[in-house]
């Protein structure tokens, strides 16, 4: 009886070892599965930031440039009003097109409404409203002419007013 009894113990401290055995064993899988995911989400959280950074230089390049485009055209009208060379136009345009693809870009990463993509999209608004105003419809005549002007000097101050206000709001990020 005794043998018998110290077999049935054997046996138990067996499966209780196994038992064991396989317990750590699936603690240390749960636990090792877990740090890697963390490490993984850390890992995307590290390049998002870089990635939204590397968009953020884009744009404030841009918007830079579109600004100097922008000073250009203002010049020019003063000098020439709406017979002022047609490149200076179309390189507004341009500036335009290509704030406009940046402006996609930053609402899809930052959302429509975060501060930085709300003033880079209003100093954009205001190119168009400047590109409006060279492109108008209302003729040459003097006052046409005075009233471009108005709306160029308006919206091109509101359109430094923004990048300002983008630039402001994107070194907090």
Do not use: C, W
Not at 67 to 79: I, K, N, P, Q, T
Request: no cysteine; proline share 1%; glycine share 8%.
């Amino acid at each position: 009886m005794l043998v018998l009894a110290s077999i049935e113990v054997g046996a138990v401290g067996i499966v209780v070892g196994g038992l064991a055995t396989v317990g750590v064993a699936v603690i240390t899988a749960v636990t090792t599965n877990r740090r890697q995911r963390e490490s993984l989400r850390h890992d995307r959280e590290l390049v998002d930031l870089a990635d939204l950074r590397t968009l953020l230089d884009e744009a404030a390049i841009a918007l830079d440039r579109a600004g100097s485009v922008r000073e250009d055209v203002e010049a020019a009208f003063a000098l020439s009003g709406l017979a002022m060379p047609d490149e200076k136009k179309q390189a507004l345009g341009e500036q335009f097109s290509k704030l406009a693809e940046l402006n996609a870009r930053l609402n899809l990463r930052l959302g429509v409404e975060d501060l930085v993509a709300v003033h880079f999209e209003e100093a954009n608004d205001a190119l168009y409203f400047i590109l409006e105003a060279l492109y108008t419809k209302e003729g040459t005549s003097p006052q046409a002419v005075e009233q471009s002007g108005e709306k160029i000097l308006e919206y091109g101050a509101k359109s430094a007013g923004h990048a300002g206000d983008f630039f402001t709001a994107a070194v907090k990020l």
